[in-house]
C-alpha cells in the first residue's frame, strides 16, 4: 500500500476541471440510481429535457468545487461530496418507501420525531446501497492520496468563492422559482405535477430538493415566545364525560347554495338543493355559512382549517396545509381519540394528492381509505370520478362493519370528489339539462351552470341518503356538511356576477369574505335527539344571528356539542373567540354584531394576534407524546 501512494500524479488545471465535470457526473449518477423508480427513465429525462440536467448537476459541481477549495484536493471533496449527497439520495428513497412522500429540507427540523418514528415501521434500510456509498467514498478518498490538484492556493479559493457566489443567486433566483418548477415537471411526458413524489423521481430529487427549501416554511409570528406558547397549551383542563356520539364529517366538492339566486327559474321542488333544504328544515338540524381559506380550488387547506383549528391562509402561502406538517399534530380527531375513538379518513382520489396519506397519519387518523379502496367501475363513477353515490354506499358500508367489530365511538372525516371542475358538457357521459335561466347569459354561463347543477343534485341526495340512513340507526351520531370552497367557474369571477352573485378580491370587504363562503349543517339523528335538545344545544353555542363562521369554528362547534368543553384549553380559545369575532379572512374580519371591517379595535387584535402565535406552537413546535398507537 505504501508503494502504490508513494508516487503521485499532479493533475494540471485544465485536468482538475474535466475531472471536476465528470465526477460531478458520476456522482449525480450514483444518486439518481438511488431514487425510486427505474434509474434510465430519469436520465432519459435528462438528456430529453438539459434543463433538468443541470439544474441537478450544477448543485453537485458546486459541492464539489466549495470541498476543493477547502480540502485543497478534488478527490477527498468528491469522497465527502458522494458521501453526503448518496445520504440524502438514500434517506429521500427510505422515505419515499416508507410514507410515499419525498425528503425535503424542512424534515430536518424534526430529526428527534423522525427518529422516534422509525420504530412504527419496517424499514428497508438498504444496507447493500450504503456499503456501496461507503465503498464509492473510500476509494475517492484513496484516489486523493495518488492524484494531486496542481492549483494554486488562491486559485482554488477564488474558484470557489465563484462558485458559492453563483450557487447563492441561484437559491435566490432559479430554484425556488415555480415557474422553472412547473416547466421542469411539464417537460417530462406523462408526469403526474400534482405527485410531488413522481415529480421528485422523475425530474430528480437534487433539484427538487432544493426547489422545496423553505418552500413550506411556517414563520414564527411576531412577539412569539415558545415558553408562553406552552404555558397556553398546558393550561389545567377539565375532564368531561368521555362522549359517545358518533361523528361522520363529510367535506362537499365545490358545494354551494348558489342555486338560490333568484336568477335560476326552478319550479316548485326541481331546484338541485330541494334535497338539501329538506334536510336543513326538518327540526334535526342547525346550519349556517363558513368562511374558507380558499376560492376555486385549495380543498385540502378546508380540511386542515376545520380538523386543527388553524387557519392556512394565515400560515403559509401555499396549495397544500398538509404540506407544513412534518409530525404528529394537535387535531380535533387526535382530541376525540383521548376518548376512545376510533378514527377513519375516507376520499376518493389518489393517496399522494395533496400529501393526504401522510399528512392524515400525522394528524392521528388510524386507517385512512383512497381512490385505491375503490374498484373503479362503471358503477362507481360518473364521469371520471367516483360518484356521490358510491361515495356514501362505501362511507354506510364502513359505518357497519366498524359497528359489527367494535364498541368505540366513531369519529369519520370524508371527503367528495364527483362535482370537482371542470363543469363542461362532457363533465358526464350524458348531458345535463339546462339550467332554467331567468334572464339571457353567456353561452359558457349556462354550460356552467347547468353542469354543476347536476352535481350539486347529486350531493344533495348524498345528504338527503345519508340522513335518512342515520336516523335509522340506534347510536347516537352527529352528521356534519360542508362545501369546501366556491367552485371555480371559468376565469375570474364574471359567470358569478353575471348570475347576481358580486364577488372578488377587487370588491370591498363584504364582497370579499363572500367570496370565501360556502354552507355548512350539523344535523343529529333520532337517537341523539333523544337524549339532547337541539334548540337548547344550539342556542349555547350563541352563533352569530346569519350563521356565518370561519370554518377554523366549525370542528369547534362538534366539540361543544359533544360536551368537552374545558377539556382543551385550544379549542376552549376558539370558542371564546368566535363569539366575538365570528370571522377572520385574510385581513376581513365580521365583528359580532355582524359590522365587517379591516381594522380591529385593539382588545381583538390581541385576541388574534394571541391566536397566531398559539397556531405556530401547534403546527411547527408542540411535540405530542405517543399516548395512543398512531398507525
Not at 508503494?3 to 449525480?28: D, N, Q
Not at 429525462?45 to 440536467?53: D, E, I, M, S, V
Amino acid at each position: 500500500m505504501k508503494r502504490l501512494f508513494a508516487k503521485k500524479v499532479e493533475l494540471s488545471p485544465l485536468w482538475t476541471a474535466l475531472l471536476w465535470l465528470a465526477l460531478g457526473c458520476f456522482i449525480l449518477v450514483v444518486c439518481t440510481a438511488l431514487q425510486p423508480g427505474p434509474v434510465l427513465k430519469t436520465l432519459q429525462n435528462f438528456l430529453h429535457a438539459p434543463k433538468l440536467l443541470i439544474l441537478n448537476l450544477f448543485p453537485v459541481l458546486v459541492l464539489l468545487g466549495v470541498l476543493t477549495a477547502l480540502l485543497g484536493n478534488l478527490f477527498w471533496a468528491g469522497s465527502a461530496s458522494s458521501l453526503l449527497l448518496g445520504l440524502l439520495s438514500l434517506v429521500n428513497l427510505i422515505k419515499v418507501e416508507c410514507r410515499k412522500d419525498p425528503l425535503i429540507p424542512a424534515d430536518f427540523g424534526l430529526l428527534r420525531e423522525a427518529v422516534v418514528a422509525t420504530g412504527d415501521y419496517q424499514l428497508d434500510l438498504h444496507i447493500p446501497y450504503l456499503l456501496v456509498l461507503l465503498g464509492i467514498s473510500l476509494v475517492l478518498l484513496l484516489l486523493g492520496f495518488k492524484l494531486k490538484t496542481r492549483l494554486r492556493p488562491w486559485l482554488r479559493i477564488a474558484a470557489g468563492l465563484v462558485l458559492a457566489g453563483l450557487f447563492a443567486g441561484s437559491m435566490l433566483t432559479v430554484y425556488p422559482s415555480y415557474d422553472v418548477y412547473y416547466k421542469a415537471s411539464k417537460s417530462v411526458p406523462g408526469l403526474q405535477r400534482y405527485n410531488v413524489a413522481a415529480v421528485f423521481n422523475e425530474t430528480g430529487f437534487l433539484y427538487c430538493f432544493l426547489h422545496h427549501y423553505r418552500l413550506y416554511d411556517v414563520p414564527a409570528p411576531e412577539g412569539y415566545d415558545s415558553a408562553e406558547a406552552q404555558a397556553w397549551n398546558d393550561a389545567p383542563r377539565q375532564n368531561p364525560e368521555p362522549p359517545t356520539t358518533d361523528l361522520v364529517f363529510v367535506q362537499c366538492e365545490a358545494f354551494t347554495d348558489l342555486f338560490d339566486l333568484p336568477v335560476f327559474d326552478y319550479p316548485e321542488g326541481e331546484n338541485p338543493l330541494a334535497l338539501w333544504h329538506s334536510v336543513r328544515e326538518s327540526g334535526q338540524a342547525l346550519s349556517g355559512h363558513i368562511v374558507v381559506s380558499n376560492f376555486g380550488a385549495g380543498t385540502v387547506n378546508t380540511e386542515f382549517d376545520i380538523l386543527t383549528g388553524v387557519q392556512t391562509a394565515s400560515m403559509n402561502n401555499t396549495s397544500s396545509a398538509l404540506r407544513m406538517i412534518h409530525k404528529r399534530t394537535a387535531s380535533l380527531a387526535r382530541t376525540f381519540g383521548s376518548f376512545g375513538y376510533t378514527r377513519w379518513f375516507m376520499h376518493p382520489g389518489q393517496s399522494w394528492f395533496y400529501n393526504r396519506d401522510s399528512g392524515y397519519e400525522y394528524l392521528g387518523f388510524e386507517d385512512r381509505s383512497f381512490l385505491e379502496d375503490f374498484s373503479g367501475s362503471d358503477e362507481e363513477l360518473k364521469g371520471i370520478y367516483v360518484s356521490d353515490r358510491a361515495f356514501g354506499e362505501a362511507l354506510t358500508a364502513r359505518y357497519e362493519a366498524h359497528k359489527a367489530a367494535s364498541d368505540a365511538p366513531w369519529f369519520a372525516f370524508t371527503v367528495t370528489i364527483q362535482n370537482h371542475q371542470a363543469y363542461t358538457w362532457t363533465k358526464y357521459p350524458e348531458r345535463p339539462p339546462e339550467a332554467p335561466l331567468r334572464q339571457a347569459v353567456m353561452a359558457e354561463t349556462l354550460e356552467t351552470s347547468s353542469v354543476y347543477a347536476e352535481g350539486i343534485r347529486d350531493s344533495s341526495r348524498l345528504l338527503f341518503d345519508l340522513c335518512a340512513y342515520f336516523n335509522e340507526q340506534e347510536d347516537p351520531l352527529l352528521l356534519v356538511f360542508w362545501g369546501d370552497h366556491l367552485p371555480a367557474m371559468g376565469k375570474g369571477y364574471d359567470i358569478y356576477r353575471e348570475l347576481g352573485r358580486n364577488i372578488g378580491d377587487d370588491l370591498d370587504a363584504a364582497s370579499a369574505i363572500d367570496t370565501y363562503t360556502t354552507p355548512f349543517l350539523i344535523w343529529a339523528n333520532r337517537a341523539w335527539l333523544e337524549e339532547h335538545e337541539l334548540a337548547a344545544a344550539a342556542a349555547a353555542l350563541e352563533l352569530p344571528a346569519d350563521g356565518r363562521i370561519s370554518d377554523v369554528y366549525l370542528g369547534e362547534l362538534v366539540y361543544e356539542l359533544c360536551g368537552l368543553s374545558g377539556s382543551d384549553p385550544f379549542w376552549d380559545y376558539l370558542g371564546q373567540l368566535r363569539r366575538q369575532l365570528p370571522v377572520m379572512c385574510q385581513g376581513r374580519y365580521v365583528l359580532a354584531d355582524g359590522t365587517v371591517t379591516e381594522a380591529l379595535p385593539s382588545d381583538l387584535q390581541a385576541l388574534v394576534d394571541k391566536l397566531q402565535r398559539w397556531y405556530y406552537y401547534r403546527v411547527a413546535e408542540e411535540r405530542i407524546p405517543q399516548i395512543m398507537p398512531d398507525p
